[in-house]
């Protein structure tokens, strides 16, 4: 029994391969897709314009052979450029005999699109500002304290004159950070410019995360200024208390001698309620919570 299974499996695998050996001696037509590659560029040119990227190449041939353009490796239609700058202009056909791999035992039907339009141009550079493409979530509690620090923060592009021309700013790929709680360093890649080739590959994103406090900070002389001579100009009460928010680390170090508090005399001039509201100079990365009083009463004196 054994026996028979294994001549019967023999003989179904032999029948198989049989007929695909029969079949694919037939004639058959089949479309491949494959990329365009303009070669032999001259030196310090660029492809501006290209008119498509890839070609359809319809083919007639026997099966076996044409199983090979389909499932063998990857192809591409190799064409010689012109070398005089401006628009060009290249029937495809014409390129198939510096493709030796299009055999010389297939017909070839068709490509589409049978022309391949295109502009030679000079290569220009020049330097553009990078742009973070960043979203960023942070933890309860916590939050940049810190700009965005880029390195560097501007990088070299060249490519195709028109195309350099137009292009003022690199963007980031696209990034997500979440759940952030300390300082981050991360490198961040650029965006793909098509025809457009940058000097580095990335960049260094950095800024500093930290929890968020709130400090008061008491006894904060409140100066007046621009009082023209001859008036004096009193101020209930002449000092306050200021609540800053800002990062734990920051708050610590700072003290009142970093704040400061004003008003103007015009402003109390031309002031109807008999209430005025101090201008608050804080440090950088900190938040103005509160000030208490809020509103400061006055008195002007004439001498």
Not at 62 to 77: Q, S
């Amino acid at each position: 029994m054994k026996k028979k299974i294994i001549t019967l499996i023999s003989t179904t695998v032999f029948s198989i391969i049989l007929w695909g050996f029969v079949t694919l001696s037939d004639e058959y037509f089949t479309t491949i897709q494959v990329p365009v590659n303009l070669v032999d560029l001259p030196e310090n040119i660029s492809i501006g314009n290209l008119s498509t990227e890839s070609v359809s190449i319809s083919m007639k041939g026997e099966g076996w052979t044409l199983a090979g353009y389909t499932f063998g490796p990857d192809r591409e239609l190799t064409i010689k450029s012109k070398e005089q700058l401006g628009k060009q202009t290249i029937v495809l056909r014409n390129a198939i005999e510096q493709n030796p791999w299009l055999a010389s035992n297939i017909q070839i039907v068709e490509i589409q699109p049978d022309r391949l339009e295109y502009t030679l141009e000079n290569i220009a550079s020049k330097k553009v500002e990078i742009i973070p493409d960043i979203t960023l979530d942070f933890r309860p509690g916590y939050k940049k304290i810190s700009d965005v620090v880029l390195t560097p923060d501007s990088i070299e592009i060249s490519g195709p004159a028109s195309l350099v021309k137009s292009t003022d700013f690199v963007k980031t790929v696209q990034t997500r950070l979440n759940n952030l709680e300390k300082d981050v360093s991360e490198t961040l890649s650029f965006e793909p410019i098509k025809g457009i080739k940058f000097k580095h590959p990335n960049c260094i994103m950095e800024f500093s995360v930290q929890r968020i406090v709130d400090k008061s900070f008491d006894d904060i002389l409140v100066a007046t200024r621009n009082v023209p001579p001859a008036r004096d100009l009193i101020l209930f009460p002449s000092r306050i208390k200021v609540t800053l928010r800002g990062g734990i680390n920051v708050l610590a170090k700072l003290d009142a001698s970093q704040i400061s508090a004003s008003i103007s005399f015009r402003e109390v001039y031309n002031d109807t309620t008999g209430g005025i509201k101090p201008n608050i100079t804080i440090p950088d990365n900190t938040e103005l919570v509160d000030i208490k009083p809020n509103r400061l009463e006055y008195v002007i004196k004439k001498y």
